[in-house]
């Protein structure tokens, strides 16, 4: 191993999609597992196996169809779920399966009802049968932060001693700070009997903000391997983020003197991608990929950058994937113009999707003088990161005014290709819009959730609508013993974008509303548009 190396395993599809409302269809975990290979993350943890059928069947996909970064299957100590593990992951190339199980006291007590012992026990033996079914074995004591170190390194020991490769520490309640952690990484490392045999792996998450500072912190004790997703998703306040610890890692390697495989001209797209599907935006003032990240506001900073740009600026853009998001395209444009600048944003679409954001590409050029960087992101966003349509809008038209009842006229394409048309009037003409799908669709649902953004400035600037839907559904999950199919509250995301901010919201109420009704009834989706 060479120990100049920092292992990147991204938890996206796992820990990520545990966020709320983050839920991912299966075609859209396969592109984003598509585009954390491309980025160059050395492990994929793909997803839950045992949880669902679905989330089953999305493993077995990426194990099929992605190559390069080992696919990772996560599952507690229970011996059906190591084994669904290994049916997600074994036709991988490479492929992990990652155990887990609670050693802090109070987690022991109150959640599995086990003793010290019992746990010890079934660590050993379930550790034990992953490794009679693969090579490369990940287990992690959860909330170890909170453990007795005795006890955790009593288990980590005998983790190592079935046959463990990878010993993750997870700080899984986001308690510890930085200067402690990395003391628990030092002590694991003097304490765990066989523990050179193994990587030491950390997993923070940022319920006080300090995720990134403690996997950093345990970088600099010795762990070789860190668990993060993309704009740090994940349960709760989420876990490190992938785009930090990587420019952390990079920008300061002269502090940290160890280096990743993160092709990290990919961060920027693969931020925007996940951030689309899961509907989940980015904060402005987010480290590294937020929309202010590089921006300088204050008269002295700009005055600095002009002169000499490392006078305010510690990274490079262009190392995080962004270029001048000055004007790039106009009127005239070809689509060979379009696709290479795409390209050069680090968008690679399929030749389908390339012409469906072409056309779009085409219509906003009508409309607007300038399209810039962020215009063809909104675009992309919009035509290519979307859910399967099982209800397509072809057509929507509001009235509205300080005298008028918000009146709107909407017209859906259904699964059967049967083309529909309905109206409805409401408080605004966004509610009319979507009182009006509501009576074609019939899916009940809730909004909780509605923002709107200007993309770029400007009168013919393009908006971008995100919503939340909130709707009952049959819940096939297999958590957390009994197989039982449970009616729960579940949380839809949607996104849209056009210059008509009416037309942007139908938009993501329509991209929630296909997500919400895929998960309830698996419904056949309208063909892909010709074009
Ligand atoms: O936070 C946590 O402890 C986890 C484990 C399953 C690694 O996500
Ligand atoms: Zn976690």
Not at 280 to 303: M, P, R, T, W, Y
Request: some cysteine; proline content about 3%; charged content about 25%.
């Amino acid at each position: 191993m060479d120990r100049n190396h920092v292992i990147i395993f991204d938890t996206t599809l796992r820990d990520g999609e545990q966020s709320p409302g983050a839920t991912l269809n299966t075609d859209e975990k396969l592109e984003v597992a598509r585009q954390l290979a491309r980025l160059g993350v050395d492990v994929i943890e793909a997803g839950f196996p045992a949880s669902s059928p679905g989330d089953l069947d999305a493993v077995q996909r990426i194990s099929r169809e992605i190559h390069g970064p080992t696919i990772c299957a996560l599952a507690r100590c229970i011996r059906s779920d190591i084994d669904a593990a290994w049916q997600g992951v074994q036709e991988a190339a490479r492929r992990r399966i990652h155990v887990f199980i609670s050693t802090s006291d109070i987690q022991m007590e109150y959640q599995l009802r086990m003793t010290r012992d019992q746990v010890l026990a079934r660590a050993r033996e379930m550790v034990a049968h992953a490794r009679s079914l693969c090579d490369d074995v990940e287990f992690s004591p959860m909330d170890a932060s909170r453990s007795d170190r005795e006890f955790l390194y009593a288990v980590l020991s005998a983790a190592i001693e079935e046959g463990a490769t990878t010993l993750n520490i997870p700080d899984t309640v986001g308690y510890s700070v930085p200067g402690e952690f990395a003391s628990l990484i030092r002590d694991i490392r003097t304490h765990t009997p066989g523990i050179e045999k193994a990587t030491i792996s950390v997993h923070c998450h940022n319920d006080l903000g300090m995720a990134t500072a403690n996997s950093l912190a345990a970088v600099l004790e010795g762990a070789r391997q860190i668990e993060c997703t993309i704009n740090g998703l994940g349960e709760r306040a989420g876990n490190a983020a992938l785009e930090e610890i990587v420019m952390a890692l990079y920008t300061r390697r002269d502090y940290f003197g160890v280096s990743s495989n993160v092709v990290t001209q990919e961060l920027y797209p693969t931020s925007r991608m996940v951030s689309s599907f899961t509907g989940l935006s980015v904060q402005a003032n987010k480290a590294v990929v937020g929309a202010n990240a590089f921006s300088h506001e204050s008269g002295i900073h700009q005055d600095g950058i002009l002169k000499h740009r490392q006078t305010y600026e510690i990274m490079d853009a262009h190392m995080i994937g962004l270029t001048d998001s000055s004007l790039v395209l106009g009127k005239h444009s070809g689509r060979h113009a379009f696709a290479d600048k795409l390209e050069q944003m680090g968008y690679h679409l399929e030749p389908e999707d390339l012409n469906r954001a072409f056309a779009r590409f085409k219509e906003l050029a009508d409309r607007k003088k300038s399209i810039t960087e962020r215009d063809l992101e909104a675009i992309v966003s919009d035509e290519v990161f979307q859910p399967g349509e099982v209800y397509r809008l072809l057509q929507v038209q509001v009235s509205a005014g300080d005298k008028a009842i918000p009146t709107a006229t909407v017209q859906l394409e259904g699964p059967d290709g049967r083309v529909i048309t309905d109206a409805a009037h409401g408080t605004g003409p966004v509610d009319a819009v979507y009182k009006a799908i509501n009576r074609i669709v019939q899916v009940p649902n809730e909004l909780v959730e509605f923002s709107i953004n200007a993309v770029t400035e400007g009168i013919d600037a393009v908006g971008e609508v995100t919503i939340r839907i909130e709707a009952c559904v049959d819940d096939e999950s297999t958590m957390p013993l009994n197989a039982q199919t449970e009616r729960r509250k579940l949380l839809f995301s949607g996104h849209g974008a056009n210059t008509d901010i009416i037309v942007a919201s139908a938009r993501a109420y329509m991209s929630a509303l296909n997500k919400l009704i895929a998960v309830r009834g698996q419904a056949a989706t309208v063909p892909p548009r010709a074009n």
